[in-house]
Every structure is written in structure tokens, then in C-alpha cells.
């Protein structure tokens, strides 16, 4: 396993992946040194399981459209800048692609030191007019999904001892959201879910927190076809201006690392003070 690899002088080793819907795969490598940088040297850092968006910035900073290719090109960046990445295709709704991908990942590199999950999806409507289909796939992409992802790692990184989980959701999970009711669900569900698990994983010293992002400038916001509806969200925000994919980013980086060791069962909102909570 790589965890536990304090040398500076070894090369960090980095993977990342994504999920998708049936209909879209999504797949995506770390940045080259992101690890490094946050003073994580030699650790296994997994950025695991997203929707479009997020995890590209999570990644590299940059959004990358086209998610397959993509992947490929933010994999062979990492390894032209000396770090070591992989790229897998992952099928979030799919337990058999889940299992999967935990089997071939954990052969390839070990217990993972960080685990990241960054999946979402949401279809802004009435609720009176949601279909059982899109419930089927919000509630495994939003929170089976991941929460399958996290069980079939967490007991190799207990018997490591040691270890960071951060989950995105969303302020809608928190606070609701008109038009994204479902969605609010399942995101309130992956919050309740990451507070309690963490209560079971503090005696193994694996941090468990959230991620709350605000509107995010991503694919899936650009999707809404309401410009009265985007406009309204933005004015909304304090600071009047969406996050920029590579703020969640940074939020997500900052719990992943020994600075955030004292830090286990908290909801960091990454909003523009849309949302302040005592």
C-alpha cells in the first residue's frame, strides 16, 4: 500500500476516478503533485466517484467536456509531471461496476489513504412531476452509489488505521431547495449517512466530512434551461457570482489533508454565504 510514505523524495502516487448514469461513464485522473502539495507525500489519494463537473475541477482545475478522453489526457498529464495515475471507467448505478472497479483499484494501489466522493446528478422540476425513473437514478447516483463505494473500502482502511473520507453534497440537503426535492433527499441522506459513519470511524482515526457546494459553475448548472432561473440563483448568492469548479476543489483538498485531522462529522458550506450556519 502506499500509505505511510512520509519520504519527500518518493514520488506521490495518484489515482482518481469517477462514476456516471448507464447512459454516461465518467472517468477522470488526478492533478500531478496535488498530494505533494498539501503535504501529503507518498499517500494513495483517491478522488473517487463524480458527476460532470466537480471532478474535473477536483482533478486539474480545469473543465474537461468530453469525460473519457479526458480522463486519458488528465491521466498521461499527471504521469508527464512525474506522478503516477489511473483512469477507470465506473458505472455508479451499476453494485456489479462498483465491486468492480473497488477490486481492481485496491489490486492495482493499495488501501486508499483519501477516498473523495463527488457524484451528483439532479433534475430541476415540480416533485408532483418527477417519474420513479428519475428517482431510481438520483438515489444511486447521489447516495447508493457512493455509500457502496465507501463499504466495500473502509475495511481495508481500518485495519490500516488511518485515513480521510470526504462526500460532496449539497446545501439543498441542508436547507432544501424549491424545484429539487428528490435531490435535497438524497443529498440529506449522504450528510445523516457521513456524520454517522463518522462517529463509527473516529476510534480508527478516518475523518469523515462534507462538502456542501453552492450553484457551481459546471455542465450540469449550464444545463438549466431557465436563464430567469440561473439569474435568480446567482443573485441570491452574497458574493454574486457562482463558485469556480476549482473553490470546491480546494475545499475537498483542504479536508483531505493533515491539517484537517482534528476535523471529523462537520458540513463545510462552499456557497458565497448562501447558506450560514452556526
Known amino acids: 500500500a502506499w500509505a505511510g510514505a512520509a519520504a519527500s523524495k518518493w514520488r506521490s502516487k ?72 489511473s483512469s477507470f471507467s465506473l458505472d455508479l448505478t451499476s453494485a456489479e461496476s462498483v465491486d468492480r472497479f473497488t477490486a481492481s483499484v485496491s489490486a492495482e494501489f493499495g488501501t486508499p489513504d483519501v477516498i473523495a ?62 424545484g429539487e426535492t428528490f435531490y435535497a433527499g438524497t443529498k440529506g441522506a449522504l450528510i445523516a449517512f457521513t456524520k454517522s459513519l463518522a462517529r463509527e470511524m473516529a476510534r480508527y482515526r478516518i475523518n469523515c466530512n462534507v462538502v456542501c457546494p453552492g450553484p457551481t ?16 440563483l446567482v443573485s441570491a448568492i452574497p458574493l454574486r457570482r457562482l463558485a469556480r469548479p476549482s473553490e470546491i476543489a480546494h475545499s475537498i483538498v483542504f479536508l483531505s489533508t493533515p491539517a484537517a485531522n482534528f476535523i471529523t462529522g462537520q458540513v463545510l458550506s462552499v456557497s458565497g454565504g448562501l447558506t450560514m450556519h452556526g
Not at 495518484?14 to 462514476?19: E, I, K
Not at 434551461?225 to 439569474?231: A, M, P, T
Open 117 to 178: 466522493n463527488v457524484a451528483g446528478w439532479d433534475k430541476i422540476g415540480p416533485f408532483v412531476d418527477n417519474t420513479h425513473e428519475i428517482w431510481d437514478r438520483m438515489v444511486y447516483l447521489n447516495y447508493v452509489g457512493p455509500v457502496r463505494m465507501i463499504h466495500n473500502l473502509l475495511p481495508a482502511m481500518i485495519q490500516k488505521t488511518g485515513g480521510k473520507i470526504v462526500t460532496v453534497a449539497s446545501d439543498a440537503g441542508r436547507v432544501g431547495s424549491m
Open 14 to 85: 495518484v489515482l482518481a476516478a469517477a462514476a456516471g448514469s448507464r447512459a454516461k461513464p465518467v472517468v477522470s485522473a488526478s492533478r500531478a503533485g496535488l498530494d505533494a502539495a498539501a503535504g501529503m507525500s507518498g499517500s494513495f489519494f483517491m478522488i473517487g466517484v463524480a458527476g460532470e463537473g466537480i471532478i474535473e475541477g477536483t482533478a486539474d482545475n480545469k473543465g474537461v467536456r468530453d469525460k473519457l478522453d479526458g480522463a486519458r489526457r488528465t491521466a498521461e498529464e499527471v504521469t508527464a509531471r512525474g506522478g503516477t495515475a
Open 217 to 232: 459553475d459546471t455542465p450540469l448548472f449550464n444545463s438549466i434551461e431557465s436563464e430567469k432561473l440561473k439569474i435568480a
